[in-house]
């Protein structure tokens, strides 16, 4: 059964950064899909970001329309981490961070993974 706990997150002001981690236990993660969701209050949890398995097609990456060329996802498998690197942070990135793993999901549909962490909350200031 794979764990997964999400750290980094926290309190920063608009045009800041954050870069979240997401570690796994209970087995390797390196044929896992991996991604990124948020929810912020009174919302429905969203897909933010996801990197596919190495083995499967290159660790191909997936960003929601609001995150590109601000959000970078990495993965390092020795480390069974995922990473999700936030740059140039706005109010509205505002939510709590869920990091996901499934080995074959849909990569923006939250609902296809299997496996989440407990969540991470990120707070942007104006």
């Known amino acids: 059964q794979v764990r997964l706990v999400e750290s980094g997150g926290g309190l920063v002001q608009a045009g800041g950064s954050l870069r979240l981690s997401c570690a796994a236990s209970?087995?390797?993660?390196?044929?896992?899909?991996l991604g990124w969701f948020r929810q912020a209050p009174g919302k429905e949890r969203e897909f933010v970001t996801a990197?596919?398995?190495?083995?499967?097609?290159?660790?191909?990456?997936y960003y929601a329309d609001s995150v590109k060329g601000r959000f970078t996802i990495s993965r390092d498998n020795a480390k069974n981490t995922v990473y999700l690197q936030m740059n140039s942070l706005k109010p509205e990135d505002t939510g709590v961070y869920f990091c996901?793993?499934?080995?074959?999901?849909?990569?923006?549909?939250?609902?296809?993974?299997?496996?989440w962490g407990q969540g991470t909350q990120v707070t942007v200031s104006s």
């Open positions: 996901a793993a499934d080995q074959r999901p849909a990569p923006l549909v939250a609902g296809s993974y299997n496996y």
């Open positions: 990197i596919t398995a190495i083995i499967w097609s290159g660790a191909r990456t």
């Open positions: 209970g087995g390797a993660i390196s044929n896992f899909v």
